[in-house]
T-cell receptor
Framework: EAQVTQNPRYLITVTGKKLTVTCSQNMNHEYMSWYRQDPGLGLRQIYYSMNVEVTDKGDVPEGYKVSRKEKRNFPLILESPSPNQTSLYFC?????????????FGPGTRLLVL | GQNIDQPTEMTATEGAIVQINCTYQTSGFNGLFWYQQHAGEAPTFLSYNVLDGLEEKGRFSSFLSRSKGYSYLLLKELQMKDSASYLCAVPGYSSASKIIFGSGTRLSIRP
């Protein structure tokens, strides 16, 4: 089944404890992206990647890192999480990131930083 | 810059028709998306408009007017399962791979 998977789905952590949220897609997509979703603010793009070893900042990249060493994986790293990073995170992918392409979203990761 | 506006909440009755509006301001225009998102779930693609006019897909239709910076999503024969948030989104002006989402319209369907 074609899908985007994320792990973990739920995570509670404490301020400053490094964490990684994994994202994997099995559709051979070149484009992958991370979003966070907060009440009243909608989905905001954190980072995106057009292909392996090619990443770029979205609108809210501060406090996050990403890497794209393999086509299928695009992990989101929080080196020193803070409470304002408590949010619902979505990973998404599309074929080449071209205009008009549908993005396929993962199921989401709900993060609580205490 | 870019800005997207849509109503925060709407309520409609099962079996009826509802129109969800979206207005946008962009430096350049590369089309407009509509996504559906049920509570706690991932957004799923509904439509993409790049030319003016109405595009119909079953019970859902999407309209675009580029000159007015305006789009709407029309849902007919509403069902309870249509209760969800509807997100309007446009590709970024500097890069089509950046997607700007509106804050979404939460639609509640009452029996």
């Amino acid at each position: 089944e074609a899908q985007v998977t994320q792990n973990p789905r739920y995570l509670i952590t404490v301020t400053g404890k490094k964490l990684t949220v994994t994202c994997s897609q099995n559709m051979n997509h070149e484009y992958m992206s991370w979003y966070r979703q907060d009440p009243g603010l909608g989905l905001r793009q954190i980072y995106y990647s057009m292909n392996v070893e090619v990443t770029d900042k979205g609108d809210v990249p501060e406090g996050y890192k990403v890497s794209r060493k393999e086509k299928r994986n695009f992990p989101l790293i929080l080196e020193s999480p803070s409470p304002n990073q408590t949010s619902l995170y979505f990973c998404a992918s599309s074929f080449k990131g071209m205009i008009g392409e549908t993005q396929y979203f993962g199921p989401g990761t709900r993060l609580l930083v205490l | 810059g870019q800005n997207i506006d849509q109503p925060t909440e709407m309520t409609a009755t099962e079996g009826a028709i509802v129109q969800i509006n979206c207005t946008y301001q962009t430096s350049g225009f590369n089309g407009l998306f509509w996504y559906q998102q049920h509570a706690g779930e991932a957004p799923t693609f509904l439509s993409y408009n790049v030319l003016d006019g109405l595009e119909e897909k079953g019970r859902f239709s999407s309209f675009l007017s580029r000159s007015k910076g305006y789009s709407y999503l029309l849902l007919k024969e509403l069902q309870m399962k249509d209760s969800a948030s509807y997100l309007c989104a446009v590709p970024g002006y500097s890069s089509a791979s950046k997607i700007i989402f509106g804050s979404g319209t939460r639609l509640s369907i009452r029996p």
